[in-house]
DNA sequence: TATCATATTAGATATAATCTAAATTATTGA
DNA sequence: TCAATAATTTAGATTATATCTAATATGATA
């Protein structure tokens, strides 16, 4: 991962870098995956120098305020958040709540009329149903 | 709304149609809304018998187990729950959280290799953008 | 370097949701 | 009917998630 074009996403997006942000946006990068805050701070205190977890949360708003990461809810769980890359669409496993990418393919809009005057921005599909680790496990109640 | 097609769906759920939790599923069906736990809590309160709040939470847990209601996660704000009833996809209001219904039409489905092992229960589509109150007033930053 | 805006911090607070254990209500079956 | 059992409700405590506060530190810039 190259530090200096994290380095390079945050200033053009007007926001410092400093080690605490730097460390939550490589973090995110780095695993391309969807992670809650609690992982994050945890994480990013697996390193120096420590964050306090007030300053993950403020990081992670403002990087979602960048529009560099995305801010995923998922029922009945902690929010998750990903790096922004290439576009994509979700799958939120029942069970266990894990999300993971589906490559992205376009989607048809719907009727005008369905939109009013509504100001559209963007347009994601959401998939549901069990991950490749729950399935084989659908009988069981516990999540592992 | 029939109070005995209420009563029904309860107990053809295996459910018990207890005051509390009917007044839940019928403030749901009445208003075709997207209200939050605090909401339905405070409007079913307003009628006897009093519920009480972990009621409030357990019944709509046990209805959106049993498949009459639908949890909605909404991105820095409280889940809200709907009544399932027609099939429709869902818009988001950026600014003030509002969940609306979009007419439902069919999703064209990911390639068979996007989804691998999975289970895939369901597909939503997710729209994003500003609602109608909220779209005349984009400068502002407050919501009313 | 002095100034000033931005960022960080620990800990308190707020909000959302669940848990606990006792009491209540409904259902079953003798 | 009535005892036994199961499901439900309750107030209040607790947990989980997220934000706020006010003091301090850091970085940018003139």
Redesign the pocket.
């Known amino acids: 991962m190259d530090a200096e074009a994290i380095r390079r996403s945050l200033e053009g997006s007007g926001?410092?870098?400093?080690?605490?942000?730097y460390a939550v946006m490589a973090f995110l990068m780095e695993q391309n995956r969807h992670s809650?805050?609690?992982e994050i701070f945890e994480a990013v205190n697996r390193v120096d120098?420590?964050?306090?977890?007030?300053?993950?949360?403020?990081?992670?708003?403002?990087l979602v305020k960048a529009g560099l990461v995305r801010d995923v809810a998922v029922e009945?769980?902690?929010?998750r958040f990903e790096a922004k890359g290439m576009r994509h669409h979700h799958f939120i496993c029942d069970r266990c709540g894990k999300v993971e990418d589906i490559e992205w393919y376009d989607v048809p809009r719907p009727a005008s009329g369905s939109i009013g005057k509504r100001v559209l921005r963007e347009c994601e599909l959401i998939f549901r149903g069990l991950c490749t680790k729950c399935a084989p496990a659908r009988a069981s109640r516990k999540v592992s």
Not at 15 to 21: G, K, N
Not at 49 to 60: C, F, G, M, V
């Open positions: 926001l410092r870098c400093t080690p605490q942000r809650t805050a609690a120098p420590r964050s306090s977890r007030a300053t993950t949360y403020n990081n992670l708003r403002d009945g769980r902690a929010a």
